[in-house]
């Protein structure tokens, strides 16, 4: 069977992080070899030019400079890591990919979605995910998680931004799923973890058994 490119979605604070053990071990239970990985990051360099895009420094950050940097990333990781893998037959999660970009770039700060498009083109070419896993929450929720996550750490650049931006982030995300709705599974996030690790699970192992069947 071949490989299958998974990407793990939503706001910030929703619970992505809390939730990739459950998505590793329904993979590996499934007799699956897969790698977790994560954007902006998964390489050296990607992780160099992901502390370069979330350190607060004093000088702003355009918003072009934001989106082209999201992409140098994507470019390394997805040549050195992703790639390759999926080359093998190794299944690929990444905690974020480039639906992130259309939600925070595009949905949230503004830029034009034709610009996401012409730059996912040139640095992806054919390359997109074969199931995205959206988990949806309100975003007082999702940032009262994070907050509480957050106490006593440094906060990020994303951190510093106001409800807005992410209420922004969440309907870019609900609009990508709505557009897409065979490659995306929304998940409700706003539940308790065991509940939500349960409709992963379930909406994890029906894909498996699809992928099954068409190898
Ligand atoms: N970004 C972008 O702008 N454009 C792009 O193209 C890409 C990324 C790829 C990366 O930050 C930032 O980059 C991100 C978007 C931007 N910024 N924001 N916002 P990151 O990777 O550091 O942060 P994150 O991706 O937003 O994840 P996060 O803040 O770490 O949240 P999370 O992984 O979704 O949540 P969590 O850490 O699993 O859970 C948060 C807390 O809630 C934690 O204490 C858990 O124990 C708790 N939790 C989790 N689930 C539950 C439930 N169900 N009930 C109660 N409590 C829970």
């Known amino acids: 069977m071949k490989g299958r490119f998974i990407t793990v ?17 329904v993979l590996a239970s499934s007799g699956l070899e897969c790698i977790m990985t994560r954007e902006p990051g998964g390489t050296p360099r990607a992780e160099r030019i992901r502390e370069l895009l979330l350190t607060p420094t004093n000088e702003p950050m355009p918003a072009t400079c934001e989106l082209l940097l999201m992409f140098a990333a994507r470019s390394t990781h997805l040549e050195n890591i992703i790639k390759p893998a999926l ?5 690929v999660v990444s905690d974020r990919f480039t639906d992130a970009t259309y939600a925070y770039q595009g949905a949230a700060r503004g830029m034009p979605l034709t610009d996401i498009s012409v730059l996912e083109d040139l640095v992806q070419r054919s390359l997109r995910p074969d199931l995205t896993l959206l988990l949806d929450a309100p ?3 999702a940032l009262e998680r994070a907050r509480l ?6 906060t990020d650049r994303f951190e510093l931004e106001r409800i807005s931006f992410f209420e922004r982030v969440r309907a870019g995300y609900l609009d990508r799923a709505a557009r897409e709705p065979l490659r995306f599974r ?20 029906a894909y498996i058994a699809g992928a099954k069947v068409h190898g």
Request: glycine share 10%; aromatic share 2%.
């Open 149 to 154: 996550r957050n106490q006593g750490q440094q």
């Open 87 to 91: 080359d093998r037959s190794v299944w």
């Open 9 to 25: 979605e939503g706001g910030e604070g929703v619970g992505k992080t809390t939730q990739l053990a459950v998505i590793q071990q």
């Open 186 to 205: 929304v998940i409700d996030a706003s539940q308790p973890i065991a509940e939500v690790s349960a409709s992963l699970r379930t909406t994890l192992e």
């Open 139 to 141: 975003v007082e929720v």
